[in-house]
């Protein structure tokens, strides 16, 4: 009988631990629920800068953004005795939203831009105004607004305003740094644009497919510019990638439609003389372009990760023919197109962090001597002559002979495009930089030199020399505080009498040769985002 009792006693001890490991795994597992993955993100970049340089335009309607070449027609001149100094902030606010009920295969991308120089407007509307007393400025403008869906693993088919880099890599999911490095370093498109892409992101190699429409002028007519492309990378070993792409721009609209009174395309001599781009000079004959761009990009740790050695380049050739309208409003032969520019960059990393490194920058593009007075331009075109900008050269590390990412509302190097207003270019930089506090502290020096292929009228072909040096501290997770210096010897390049490219806004001619620039600023930036 004690038996069977103990028997009994144990049966429910074991009936009951069983229950209570159910109740627990149900309690404390199963019932309390897991934290909801969001379906809203934020994400934001904050600049703050205050600058002093000799650099200004001469236009006083121009105090919001100043794009394009220094001295070119964004009446941007240097002097010996007038200094600039202002305060300059932005915000670049991110917004994704990827909704549950689509399992992670469907998103919304949205950025947008709000900049100003402190003091500069108010009770207005216009992009790159806003902050004198009282503000309430109008000012919102709109980076991207693109659908993303993800269909399969790899695949990524994006539509609507998105971005539209120069890069075989996947601007929404790649560090900025490395898009800039890699493919034609947006030398060629840097820039946003309205249409669809399909990307396919694999293991070993990755391709992308896109159709853009750079301009829509009247919808019933066929007066377009529309800009398709395709580009492929494969991983050649384990370090070496190596790719090639087709680019090709249609352009119908005759230079309509553009940047504000700027206009675009190969007529739009204000734009060219802003940009720095090459003036094909029709007048006011209409013009039929089809332009192709054939390129092959290769490079070798990238990412920084595998040794110390890194290597990236690019050949690009554009080539492509336009027709005129001639008096009988038939269409005839106009000149040819057929440039070249190449890039190569050598950097190797000396210490422990990713910024201890030394870097060779190299660049060549060809010119032409006689513009098209042989019916053949042989100089390079890229994005800047439809956008302004429509591709920049901002990761060679010089501030003033190239241009910088750390700028707001005035984006003004000497060089604005790898063309050089069709003279060609060769030139480069080295730059070294060192963590003196690992992932802290850090300074860089430098110097920059560039030559014209082609001297202008009364030039020679020494653009110049820059020197440059910078300090940054980090003080946390994207925040940081730098300081940026840099002076710029101006060749004989600007002892030309060109008056092609000498005009400002108001059609005045600056006849003086001008000062050598210099700039100096402070930066404190940070980049916000959500858990």
Do not use: C
């Amino acid at each position: 009988m004690k038996k069977i009792k103990l028997l009994i006693l144990v049966f429910f001890l074991q009936i009951n631990v069983f229950f209570a490991q159910i109740q627990e795994v149900s309690i404390f597992k199963n019932d309390i629920p897991k934290k909801a993955e969001k379906e809203l993100q934020f994400f934001a970049f904050f600049i703050n800068q205050g600058v002093t340089s000799n650099m200004y335009p001469e236009n006083s309607l121009l105090k919001g953004q100043v794009v394009g070449r220094l001295f070119g027609a964004n009446s941007t001149r240097t002097s010996d005795s007038l200094v600039s100094g202002y305060v300059e902030q932005r915000i670049l606010p991110f917004f994704i939203y990827q909704p549950r009920i689509f399992n992670g295969k469907a998103l919304l991308r949205a950025s947008f831009e709000i900049d100003w120089t402190w003091g500069d407007a108010a009770y207005g509307a216009g992009g790159n105004f806003g902050s004198a007393i009282s503000a309430d400025q109008v000012n919102l403008q709109t980076q991207n607004v693109e659908l993303e869906l993800i269909p399969k693993a790899g695949w990524f088919i994006n539509l609507g305003l998105q971005r539209m880099f120069d890069s075989p890599y996947n601007p929404y999911r790649t560090y900025f740094d490395k898009m800039t490095y890699t493919g034609y370093r947006m030398n060629y498109w840097g820039t946003d644009g309205v249409g669809i892409s399909v990307r396919r992101d694999a293991d070993l190699y990755r391709w992308k497919t896109g159709y853009y429409k750079l301009y829509e002028t009247l919808i019933q007519v066929n007066d377009d510019v529309t800009l398709g492309e395709f580009s492929y990378e494969n991983n050649i070993t384990r370090n070496w990638k190596l790719g090639g792409s087709v680019y090709y721009v249609r352009d119908r609209a005759n230079g309509s439609g553009g940047v504000s009174i700027l206009g675009q395309g190969l007529n739009a001599s204000l734009l060219n003389g802003y940009n720095g781009t090459f003036q094909f000079n029709f007048g006011a004959t209409p013009y039929k372009a089809d332009i192709f761009w054939l390129g092959t990009y290769f490079s070798r740790n990238a990412d920084l990760m595998l040794d110390r050695l890194i290597v990236s380049g690019y050949f690009n050739y554009n080539l492509g023919k336009i027709q005129l309208q001639n008096t009988d409003l038939n269409w005839e032969d106009g000149p040819s197109i057929g440039g070249f520019a190449g890039n190569l960059r050598i950097a190797y990393r000396h210490g422990q962090t990713e910024n201890d490194l030394i870097s060779l920058d190299i660049l060549y593009a060809s010119g032409d001597d006689n513009g098209i007075t042989d019916n053949k331009y042989s100089g390079v075109l890229t994005g800047n002559m439809w956008g302004s900008p429509g591709a920049f050269n901002i990761s060679s590390g010089a501030y003033l002979l190239f241009p910088h990412l750390n700028v707001v509302n005035r984006f003004t190097p000497a060089v604005a495009d790898i063309s050089n207003m069709g003279y060609g270019l060769f030139g480069g930089t080295l730059v070294a930089k060192k963590d003196w506090i690992p992932n802290k502290f850090n300074t860089k020096v430098g110097g920059a030199l560039a030559f014209s292929n082609v001297a202008p009228a009364g030039g020679g072909q020494i653009m110049g020399q820059e020197i440059f040096a910078a300090f940054s501290y980090t003080f946390g997770a994207f925040m940081s505080l730098e300081f940026h210096a840099a002076y710029l010897n101006l060749g004989d390049f600007y002892d030309s009498n060109d008056k092609r490219y000498g005009y400002d806004i108001n059609g005045v001619y600056n006849t003086d040769r001008p000062k050598n620039p210099w700039t100096a600023f402070i930066v404190y930036k940070w980049l916000l985002f959500s858990n």
